[in-house]
């Protein structure tokens, strides 16, 4: 994997460059915008800084990153024949620098963690106990890798052995990483797929860090991007919210609509179908009063259809559709009926919500159920409810649908983040919550 970093007086003129560099293919992982400090910033106009990766055949030569406080970096292949050392790529700590996926101009990102406001001190923190998590678990069984490579004997005899050895505890590591990723419920083919890509570019003097660098990157790139709610020219975007009961779609709407009505200004109105679970209706209409927005009980696709019309001039239409068992045919045929109607002169989102505590079985039954609706995105509540979390990147390889929020509470609109994939993967990985 290739991975750079360019810069631009724009984000746009960043990303340009990198395209032009690395290709079309090209994957932009970070956009941060720089500011000059000091009294240079009277003088030097902002930067933007883009960092973009490319995937290639062989791996990559000299990836650095932080891990646990220490500077990670991958061994220089050397070609014997030629005796010509592959250049760095110059890649520094970017596995651990905070994805920031920037909105339209109308429209800030949602800051919700205070690590957003430090980027510098949470790089440190991404992996922090990941090299340490590992070594603990090697010293169970003896000496840790390192002192071992560093007392092999250096008899030419011998070589081939210690070879022999190194690879062996390095394919070790990977079985230990594998067996955490288990114990954290991924499921076993994305584990051995996740092994299986990290097995090709191991050798015998490939180091500990180097491995969890990779692990970390390729685990990242698997989430993607986040899939935020955004604007719409056409007004007004409807955004509709499905799953299962119980999930805490209700309370999703409410952090939801907070955050875009108080911090950015929009204009929110909400429509409920849910019209079947007792005071469902009433728990909204009390939300949407507190935020002084207009709220109407709808009970068939006319009637949304009419509900639109009505709220014409709002920005967003949060709708809240009624839950239902998977396995309730005639539930699923009008919600998909609602959102292609609406869907034929308006712009919409589905959000499929659902509980992080769910079996991952159970968890591809309602996806496989809501597939008829389409194009949907994952909003994953109560992860302050599970020690696990193998089933956010399931679900994301399983439907391909991009994962957008992630809930961790009751409190309104606090408990509600855009999904932070680097966050998810340190925890995946042994990292501390």
Known sequence: MIIKKFQGNTEIDAITKAKNEMGTQAIILNVKTIKPKGIMKIIKPVTVEVTAALEEKEPVINTVAAVGGATIQAPVKTDIKDEEKTQSSGFEAVANEK???????????????????????????????????????????????????????SDEDDIEKEKEDALSKNMSILKMIYNILIENEVDEIYANEIIEEIEKVVEENTHIDYILSNVYQKMILKFGRPKKIELSEKRPKLVFFVGPTGVGKTTTIAKLASIYKLEYKNKVAMLTADTYRIAAAEQLRTYANILDAPLSVIYSPDELINSTVKYKNYDLIFVDMPGHSHKNKKQQDMIKEMVDRVGENYDTDVFLVLSATTKYKDLKNIADAYKKIGGFSIIFTKLDETATFGNLLNLKLYTGGQIAYITNGQNVPEDVEVFNSQKIVKLLLGGKQ
């Open 99 to 153: 994805i920031v996926i920037r909105p339209p101009e109308r429209q800030p990102d949602i800051k919700i963690t205070r690590e957003e406001k430090n980027p510098e001190a949470a790089l440190e923190e991404k992996l922090d106990s990941l090299q340490q998590f590992i070594e603990e678990k090697l010293s169970t069984k003896g000496q840790s890798l390192k002192e071992e490579v560093e007392e092999k004997e």
